[in-house]
C-alpha cells in the first residue's frame, strides 16, 4: 500500500501540471501572457521528497481545480483515502467536488456515488442509503447501486428491503438472484421462529424454495420441522433429498437424519440404510457414520468390513473412525498402541477446519451460509476430510517436544 500510494502522489503534480499544460495550449495568446504554473507545486514536491506526505496531499488537494480535466484526479485522490482509511479526508474532497456548481452532471453523478462509498465505509448508513437510492433511480451505476444497497440492508438486518433490491437487481440487470434472495427469507424463517411463529415461519421458507429450490438451508429447516411434527418419513425423504442433490453437505446432515431414522426403525435398519447410501455417495462422513453403525449394530464382522472400506476409500476421519473402538479382545499391548493411534488422530481432526469459503478461502468449524470474511452468501462449503495443514501442525508440535535426557526441543519437520 504504501509504494502504490508514493506512486499516486509522484503522479498526482504531473497530472495536475499536464492538464494545465494542455489547458495553456488552447487558451488565447493573451490569456497565456497572464497566466502562471502555480509555484505551490514545488512546495508540494518537496514536501514530498521529505516525506512530509501529509503536507503535501493537503497542498495538491488546494490546487487541483475541479474542472473537466482534473475531475478523474479528485476521484483517485478520495478512493486513495478511503482505502487508505482516511475517510473523513475522502469525505471532504468528494462534498467538495459535488458543491462545484459548473460540474456536468454526470461528473456530479460519479461524485455522488464516491460519496455514498464514504459514508458507508464511515458507517453513515442512512446517507448512503439516501443517495445510492438516488442514483439507482436516476439508473445512474445501477448494480453498483443496488448492490451496496443490499450490503447496507444486510447489515442493517432488513431483510424485507434487500429482497425487494435484489429483485430489482435482478429485473434491471437479468441477473439470477434466486440464491441469495432465499437465504434472505430463511434470515425470515429464523426470526419467525424465535417469535414463535411457525406459520410465519413455514411461509417464509416455502418463499425461500420458490426462489431457490434446491436452498440446502431451508431443506435442512423443512425437515427439523417435519421431524418435530412427527412427520418422519417426509423429514427421511429431504434428507434424502439432500444428500442426493447436495453431497458436500452430507456432515451436515447425518445427525439430524440419524436421530430422525431411529425414532422408527433399528440401528441393524439404521446400519443398513447408511450401507445402501454409501455405495452411491462413499463420503468420508458417510464411513464414519457406517464404521460406527455397524460396530453398534453388534455385526461380527463390522472392524473386517470398516477396513475394506478404508482401503477402497482412505480418509482421516475413517482411519481414526476405525481405530476409535472397543479393542478389549486384544491383548493389552496391541490395545493400547491402537488407542495410541487413535488418540493421536483426534487431536488434528478436532482443530481441523470443517468449513471452507470458495470464494475467499476463509476456513473454520462452524457454517457459515454468509461467509463472515468475504460477505458472500452460498459459498462456504464443508470439508470432506482434515486438511493436511491440521496433521502437519501435530507433527509439528509433536516434533518440537523435548529430546529424551537432553531437554532440548527438537527441530520442526519441514
Known amino acids: ?20 499544460f494542455v489547458a495553456r495550449q488552447s487558451r ?17 514536491l518537496s514536501h514530498l521528497v521529505n516525506n512530509d506526505t501529509d503536507q503535501a496531499i ?10 473537466e480535466g482534473t475531475i478523474d484526479l479528485h476521484l483517485a485522490l478520495g478512493s486513495l483515502f ?16 459535488v458543491q462545484r456548481p459548473r460540474l456536468k452532471p454526470l461528473h456530479r453523478n460519479q461524485a455522488r456515488f464516491e460519496l455514498a462509498r464514504d459514508y458507508q465505509a464511515a458507517g ?7 443517495i445510492f437510492l438516488e442514483l439507482a433511480h436516476q439508473g445512474m451505476f445501477l448494480s453498483d447501486c443496488l448492490s451496496r444497497l443490499m450490503r447496507i440492508y444486510e447489515r442493517e438486518r432488513e431483510w424485507e428491503r434487500a429482497i425487494d433490491t435484489a429483485q430489482w437487481l435482478s429485473s434491471a440487470q437479468g441477473r439470477d438472484m434466486g440464491p441469495r434472495i432465499a437465504q434472505y427469507w430463511c434470515e425470515l424463517a429464523d426470526s419467525a421462529l424465535r417469535r414463535d411463529d411457525a406459520r410465519g415461519q413455514q411461509q417464509c421458507l416455502k418463499r425461500a424454495l420458490a426462489a431457490d429450490p434446491h436452498c440446502v438451508r431451508a431443506q435442512l429447516t423443512r425437515a427439523g420441522q417435519a421431524v418435530d411434527s412427527g412427520k418422519v418419513a417426509q ?7 439432500v444428500i442426493q442433490h447436495h453431497e458436500a453437505f452430507i456432515p451436515d446432515v447425518l445427525a439430524p437424519w440419524r436421530d430422525a431414522f431411529l425414532r422408527e426403525h433399528s440401528a441393524q435398519q439404521w446400519a443398513a440404510e447408511l450401507e445402501r447410501v454409501y455405495r452411491r455417495h462413499p463420503h468420508p462422513h458417510l464411513q464414519v457414520a457406517l464404521i460406527q453403525a455397524q460396530a453398534q449394530s453388534g455385526q461380527t464382522d463390522a472392524r473386517q ?19 476409535d473402538q472397543d479393542w478389549s479382545n486384544l491383548p493389552s499391548q496391541a490395545a493400547g498402541l491402537l488407542k495410541g493411534f487413535a488418540d493421536v488422530l483426534r487431536v488434528p481432526l478436532e482443530k481441523s477446519p470443517t468449513y471452507r469459503c470458495d470464494h475467499c478461502g476463509y476456513s473454520g468449524r462452524q457454517l457459515n451460509w454468509q461467509c463472515p470474511s468475504c460477505q458472500h452468501w452460498n459459498t462456504t462449503q464443508p470439508l470432506p476430510d482434515m486438511t493436511y495443514s491440521a496433521l ?23
Open 392 to 414: 502437519e501442525e501435530q507433527v509439528h508440535g509433536a516434533s518440537s517436544l523435548p529430546e529424551s535426557g537432553t531437554g532440548a526441543a527438537g527441530k520442526s519437520v519441514s
Open 235 to 241: 423429514a427421511l425423504k429431504i434428507y434424502r433429498d
Open 305 to 323: 468390513q470398516a477396513l475394506d472400506q478404508l482401503v477402497q476409500q482412505p480418509s482421516w476421519v475413517g482411519l481414526h473412525a476405525a481405530l
Open 1 to 20: 500500500m504504501g509504494d502504490f500510494t508514493g506512486l499516486v502522489l509522484l503522479l498526482l503534480p504531473l497530472a495536475a501540471a499536464t492538464g494545465w
Open 58 to 67: 493537503e497542498i495538491f488537494i488546494g490546487l487541483i481545480e475541479a474542472d
Open 124 to 130: 453513515v448508513l442512512d446517507r448512503a442509503e439516501e
Open 28 to 44: 488565447p495568446r493573451e490569456e497565456l501572457e497572464a497566466s502562471s504554473l502555480n509555484p505551490d507545486y514545488v512546495r508540494g
Open 82 to 97: 478511503r482505502r487508505r482509511g482516511e475517510v473523513d479526508r475522502a469525505l471532504r474532497i468528494h462534498q467538495n467536488l
